[in-house]
């Protein structure tokens, strides 16, 4: 007998919850963002610094960055059709990768330029940084890790994968503002090389970000099973029932930030049809009480194999 039936969760209101928190966020990051990037490329070209400029259109791709993440996440949020009956989750995920690539292709840009620059060779023309350069430098460095945190902690908070791209993506450009400020003070201290050589380090942390982004969604995207952690619970939540004698096969998949369960359980062959249908609603509901983010449970029931 097989036992196929998809999760039954009243969606109404954690999908509002869902949404509301991914706006207020987005919305907080982009202004964040916006403020950010013009007093950071004001401060690069009035202290004529490159690695302040460069770290500028860092945060300036962080606007598209994020206006990429809310599109995903509402596509993400809408409800299965006929043409989608497992939903639209993994739209999330698409939204991850084309973040993933705006990052790489910003950094690339970044660390050619500064390549050019340390390669030259002549040094003595490069322009020393002035004080408004540090400042800024500073200043990044404290908005931006106020924004990873504050980003984080509300994507766990939703567990949206999108949003904590996102999250990891401002955490960069707090390490890019580092070295940033390391390269600007190195070039006042009268290695004017240092502000290229900073740049290049913010290249770097650019593409790790951009690599991790990618990996996470793509894994997502390919039916990625769980950790065996989570394997092991759902294992011990099924064999707390005294029906079930023991489970042939168990198979999870990550389907955007949900979780899909393929079990095939054993039972007493004597069984009438009804009676293992029962037990498999009651495996069913067990473990969609105890795993939030399963979404999908199908139960197959075998009958167990007779001893001696």
């Given at each position: 007998m097989k036992k196929d039936k998809i999760t039954k969760i009243d969606n109404n209101?954690?999908?509002?919850?869902?949404?509301?928190?991914?706006?207020?966020?987005?919305?907080?990051?982009?202004?964040?963002?916006?403020?950010?990037?013009?007093?950071?490329?004001?401060a690069g070209v009035i202290a004529r610094s490159n690695a302040?400029?460069?770290?500028?259109?860092?945060s300036a791709s962080d606007v598209?960055?994020?206006?990429?993440?809310?599109?995903?996440?509402?596509?993400?949020?809408?409800?299965?059709?006929?043409?989608?009956?497992?939903?639209?989750e993994r739209l999330e995920c698409v939204a991850a990768i084309i973040?993933?690539?705006?990052?790489?292709?910003?950094?690339?840009g970044i660390g050619l330029g500064a390549l050019r620059n340390?390669?030259?060779?002549?040094?003595?023309?490069?322009?020393?940084?002035?004080?408004?350069?540090?400042v800024a430098a500073v200043v990044s460095i404290l908005v931006k890790e106020a924004m990873f945190w504050y980003t984080k902690i509300n994507a766990a908070?939703?567990?949206?994968?999108?949003?904590?791209?996102?999250a990891w993506h401002h955490r960069s450009d707090a390490f890019s503002s580092v070295g940033a400020l390391i390269g600007i003070g190195g070039a006042r201290l009268g290695f004017p090389v240092m502000d290229s050589v900073a740049s290049l380090v913010i290249f770097v942390f650019i593409v790790k970000a951009a690599y991790d982004i990618f990996k996470d969604a793509v894994d997502k995207m390919v039916d990625h099973s769980?950790?065996?952690?989570?394997?092991?619970?759902?294992?011990?939540?099924?064999?707390?029932?005294?029906?079930?004698?023991?489970?042939?096969?168990?198979?999870?998949?990550?389907?955007?930030?949900?979780i899909y369960v393929d079990i095939e359980i054993e039972v007493d062959e004597s069984y009438t049809l009804k009676k293992s249908h029962e037990i498999a609603e009651e495996v069913h509901e067990n473990i969609e009480q105890d795993f939030s983010k399963i979404k999908h449970i199908m139960v197959h029931v075998n009958p167990a194999k007779k001893q001696g």
């Open positions: 209101a954690p999908d509002n919850d869902f949404q509301k928190v991914a706006d207020k966020v987005s919305a907080v990051t982009i202004a964040g963002n916006l403020v950010l990037s013009v007093f950071k490329l004001m302040m400029i460069s770290d500028a259109v860092h598209f960055s994020t206006i990429v993440v809310i599109i995903g996440i509402k596509l993400a949020a809408k409800e299965a059709d006929k043409e989608h009956p497992y939903g639209h973040l993933a690539m705006v990052l790489f292709t910003t950094g690339l340390i390669l030259s060779g002549s040094y003595s023309d490069l322009q020393v940084p002035g004080i408004l350069a540090l908070r939703i567990d949206s994968s999108a949003l904590m791209a996102d769980c950790d065996e952690e989570t394997e092991k619970q759902i294992y011990e939540c099924v064999m707390r029932n005294a029906e079930v004698m023991g489970i042939d096969s168990l198979h999870t998949r990550i389907f955007g930030n949900k």
